[in-house]
């Protein structure tokens, strides 16, 4: 899918909380090994942090390297499994706190993990069209596991957001993207519910591998572009595992995708996972460069995209902090601490 205007990233910005639990911490407490942990640790949002806050960092970090007036914004759209209301939208929010209101278009976003990139999907045809000049997307969550769960390992908090405009203001050109999905219902929850709840094993084969093969093979078939043409490769990143193997499957080299594998140091951002892979890569990221990136959302689809990094990332990517900055940002807390601030102690 190409919109009829060329667009691309006019800006980015990303965001992690501070506070991390090691998962062998989370493996003591169930009495689990802690040889077998998935990653060593996780981002947790603090007492006063919720996907609304982290958002708005997001936002402003974006608009620093965007370097544009936010009431040019035409749309700020959130994507989110983890909204803080049922019925109150976290866009409007977002957009008064940039200074993007009252002329915008605000809406919240859901598909699970892919619900941040489905909102670059329609900032793309949004401002391709010639509707927007500028529009704002963003990926964020402050993920929840069940006590003892095996999602607990891995559910984190963070995010990234762009702002897409015009290719020749861009940092990076989309060249061309595609979505792919079913209904595939390996990972749900109903209202009301505290957790989500998984179908273990199946989350695997036929829902992540089988959508994010899918998805990139026929973007990579409609440019007659191949893991070769690439310098740097992003897929969803539930655990370490699953993107490693989903590169090796496609013909993609792991160096290729070790940039923008950020999930064994911060957990499963879920909405932000790939986001927040594609802003790692565009802090080191060259003129020239080629990126390919696919996210993944559980219910079930894939969001593939294709750029090429222009010469104007150079002088914009130190604008605002960059993903390593966050993730070396760090202060560990114990299981208490954890269970405290994610609200896991119901009374």
């Known amino acids: 899918m190409k919109p009829s205007k060329a667009v691309g990233i006019v800006g980015y910005g990303a965001y992690i909380p501070k506070y991390r639990i090691q998962n062998t911490e989370i493996a003591r407490v169930w009495g689990n090994d802690p040889n077998l942990v998935p990653i060593r640790e996780k981002s947790v949002p603090g007492a ?21 007036n936010p009431r040019d914004l035409r749309a700020v759209w959130v994507g989110s499994e983890s909204k803080p209301y049922a019925v109150k939208p976290t866009s409007t929010i ?69 702002v897409i405009g015009s290719a020749k203001e861009s940092l990076a050109v989309i ?53 070769d043409d690439y310098d740097y490769a992003i897929f969803h990143q539930p655990n370490r595992k699953f993107p490693l193997e ?61 750029l090429e990094v222009t010469d104007k990332l150079a002088e914009r990517k130190g604008k605002a902090p960059s993903v390593k900055s966050y993730i070396e940002r760090r202060e560990e807390i114990d299981y208490a601490h954890y269970a405290r601030y994610r609200k896991k102690i119901r009374v």
């Open 175 to 227: 060249e061309a993207s595609i979505s792919y999905v079913t209904d595939t219902p390996d990972f749900w929850r109903r209202q009301h519910e505290h957790y989500p709840k998984h179908g273990n094993r199946f989350t695997g084969e036929p829902s992540y591998f089988k959508h994010v093969i899918s998805s990139s093979k026929a973007l990579m078939e409609e440019l007659g572009t191949k893991p």
């Open 48 to 68: 006063d942090e919720d996907s609304v806050t982290i958002a708005i960092e997001i936002a402003r970090n974006a608009l620093l390297r965007a370097e544009i």
């Open 94 to 162: 977002v957009a008064e706190a940039i200074g993007a209101t009252p002329f915008v278009n605000a809406a919240d976003w859901e598909f699970a993990c892919k619900a941040g990139s489905e909102t670059i999907q329609a900032c793309i045809a949004y401002v391709g069209s010639g509707m927007a000049k500028y529009a704002l997307g963003i990926g964020v969550d402050t993920a929840q596991g069940a006590p003892s769960d095996a999602l607990e390992y891995t559910a984190a908090a963070g995010g990234a957001g762009y």
């Open 246 to 306: 989903v590169a090796k499957i496609l013909g993609f080299s792991k160096e290729k995708v070790i940039d923008g594998l950020v999930s064994p140091y911060i957990g499963n951002t879920y909405a932000g996972s790939a986001l927040l892979g594609l802003a790692a890569v565009l802090d080191k990221a060259k003129a020239g460069d080629k990126i390919f990136c696919t996210s993944y959302g559980s219910g079930a689809g894939s969001d593939s995209f294709s």
